[in-house]
């Protein structure tokens, strides 16, 4: 039988010191870590335990206006914050995705970016807001963009020793509205098919003055559809230009084919969850028609 090591340090800096230990794994929900570890997928001989790190735990307003979220905050924590809950509700229905509600009490965000999974239900919306992230390692601490920090299926840009401390959602400012689609062959706890984040913001004329649009599920990481973006600012919404929007959005897209779905239907997804996604902004901002 294989020893196995725990502890439960109280610092980001203990932890650090603990995480550079051979085959050590910081576990925050462990709901991903826990599963990878009876299926024999993954080495571990020494389990740090992150939720005694009150940094790591805490969810924050900041003076600024943008929101700290510990990256070991639990998802159902999140969704008791009424304040968070009523300005992000749209990052909080794509992290409700993340499993049951027992899960949920457990799971949390920052989980959901480390294990670096391509069908990430929290993480398209997560690039959308321009959401960045804290990292600490033996070299002290710096941010990235949480776009940055998935590399591959399961692999991160963090180094050996290095660990998720927050994740900083900046403020928004003025006319927006965030979604997050997704299609899965049943509706509730299972791995997307497709999924598609969507964030627009307008002026007070209804121009589009900055737009967003992040994949799931559709390359080895999250994928932002550059192009899509590219179409949407500076114009106003209307069924024509969501229409090629979306279209741009599943042409940008990278799916393979596997025992899920064809590359095909991936593509067909995207353009029908853009949309929608899409449409469901114009409806959120109060623009109709489209």
Known sequence: MQELHYSRPTTVADAVVALARPDARVLAGGTDLIVQVRENRRQVAHVIDLKRIPELNAITRQADGGWR???????????????????????????????????QNRASLGGNVCNAAPSA??????????????????????????????????????AAAEILVAIVVPAQTGRWAAKYL???????????????????????????????????????????????QTLLVGERLS????????????????????TRGSADYRRQLVAVLTRRALEACAGELGIHGT
């Open 239 to 258: 069924p024509k230009l969501i229409a090629a929007a979306a279209q741009s959005a599943a042409d940008e897209a990278r799916p393979i084919s596997d």
């Open 121 to 158: 239900d929290a993480v398209p919306l997560l690039i959308c807001l321009g959401a960045r992230g804290v990292v600490a390692g033996p070299g002290g601490r710096r941010t990235l963009p949480i776009v940055e920090i998935a590399t591959g299926p399961g692999r991160s840009s963090l």
């Open 182 to 228: 997704r299609f899965t062959p049943r509706r509730e706890m299972d791995i997307a098919i497709a999924g598609v984040g969507v964030w627009l913001q307008l002026d007070q004329q209804s121009a589009i003055t900055g737009a967003a649009i992040t994949l799931a599920s559709v390359a080895p990481t999250p994928l932002v559809a550059a192009a899509a």
């Open 69 to 103: 979220i510990g990256a070991a905050a639990s998802v159902g924590r999140l969704g008791r914050d009424a304040a968070f809950a009523a300005e992000h509700h749209a990052l909080l229905d794509s992290a409700r995705l993340i499993g049951s509600l027992q899960i």
